[in-house]
């Protein structure tokens, strides 16, 4: 079996229940050098890896390395990174996602909760 982008994205999930959050970003950079380029789901299942984990840094990180990749944030991307900076107490960071959104993602009821 040949992994793909879905595949992929179910490992990082796992590693994500796990709280195996560098395992998830092992297997997110792993990606491109199989020939599978990551997706939304890929980088949000990565993200919230680390905020189970207490890794806000990581995980503004990933999200800013998104459009790098190419990659548009989705809503569930926007609300992983919000989140993990409002447990971890960087609720500057987290109001600034929070207010950064753009593509037309709007912020819902999670975004608000979350920052």
């Known amino acids: 079996v ?5 595949s ?7 590693c ?3 709280r195996q ?3 998830a970003l092992e297997l997110l950079s792993s990606m491109e050098g199989c020939g599978v380029k990551p997706s939304a789901i890929s980088f949000s299942a990565a993200i919230s890896a680390c905020e189970k984990c207490g890794q806000w840094k990581k995980a503004v990180e ?15 991307s926007y609300n992983g990174a919000i989140s993990t900076c409002g447990k971890d ?5 987290a109001l600034e996602l929070l ?4 593509g037309g993602v709007k912020p819902n009821v999670i975004s608000y909760n979350a920052a």
């Open 89 to 93: 107490g960087e609720w500057e960071k």
């Open 62 to 76: 990933l999200f800013n390395s998104m459009e790098d990749s190419g990659i548009k944030p989705n809503i569930i």
């Open 16 to 18: 994500e229940k796990g």
């Open 21 to 23: 959050w560098k395992k």
């Open 99 to 102: 207010f950064s959104m753009k």
């Open 8 to 14: 992929y994205s179910a490992a990082i999930s796992a």
């Open 2 to 6: 040949t992994p793909n982008v879905t």
